[in-house]
């Protein structure tokens, strides 16, 4: 095909990509229990609490997001609900992020992918999270991205393993389908170590030293 002909189909490309539902699922709902305190709701240097970062990076560059909490989490669940996040609460939240994502993708319902955030990661860059769900809309079935061939958030899973996420269990999320299918599984390569940057103690928000 020559180049007029693909630059022709490329606008047509673009808008039934857009066209997809593809819907940002945020895992808010963990214990935090090595944070010391509310982790989520804690502020970033620039004000902002973690979990609303999250939030908002991925709402930014999906067609709408649905937030997982915890029972007894009122003031996340409104916080991101003031984002225009679903919120729903996991009542199983304690099982493991596989009972979370299994919350979410149920409150979601059917849809053509979903792009699998966490709520603890607040550094991910919007154009990250863009090139996974750019990589759904193209037909990947599963991908992620890989900073330093290291595997990383989100996760973009297609809407054809609605059914394996609903029946999700335990604290394994989305690996055990990830590692059933890996053979599928597109990698992004990524110049961004947020994708990697999960916080689990006050010193992860630390600055990373350059390498």
Not at 20 to 36: D, Y
Not at 95 to 107: T, V
Not at 175 to 197: F, S, T
Request: glycine letters at 10%.
């Amino acid at each position: 095909m020559g180049g007029e002909a693909r630059a022709a189909l490329r606008p047509l490309r673009l808008r039934s990509q857009a066209s997809l539902k593809i819907v940002g699922l945020l895992l808010a709902a963990g214990a935090a229990s090595r944070f010391g305190s509310d982790k989520l709701r804690h502020e970033l240097p620039h004000g902002v609490p973690m979990a609303i970062q999250a939030a908002r990076h991925l709402k930014s560059e999906t067609a709408s997001v649905v937030a997982v909490v915890r029972p007894g989490q009122d003031e996340l669940f409104n916080e991101l609900q003031g984002e225009g996040c679903n919120v729903v609460v996991c009542e199983n939240a304690d099982e493991g992020m596989g009972a979370s994502l299994a919350c979410a993708a149920r409150a979601a319902g059917k849809a053509a992918g979903y792009v699998v955030a966490l709520g603890d990661m607040p550094f991910i860059r919007r154009s990250s999270i863009a090139a996974v769900r750019d990589a759904l809309a193209s037909g990947a079935a599963l991908t992620a991205p890989y900073w330093r061939g290291r595997r990383g958030h989100p996760v973009g899973i297609a809407g054809r393993f609605f059914e394996e996420l609903i029946a999700l269990r335990g604290d394994e999320g989305a690996k055990r389908i990830l590692a059933a299918n890996e053979k599928i599984l597109v990698k992004i390569p990524l110049g961004d170590p947020g994708v990697i940057r999960d916080i689990d103690r006050p010193e992860d928000l630390m600055p990373p030293l350059a390498v």
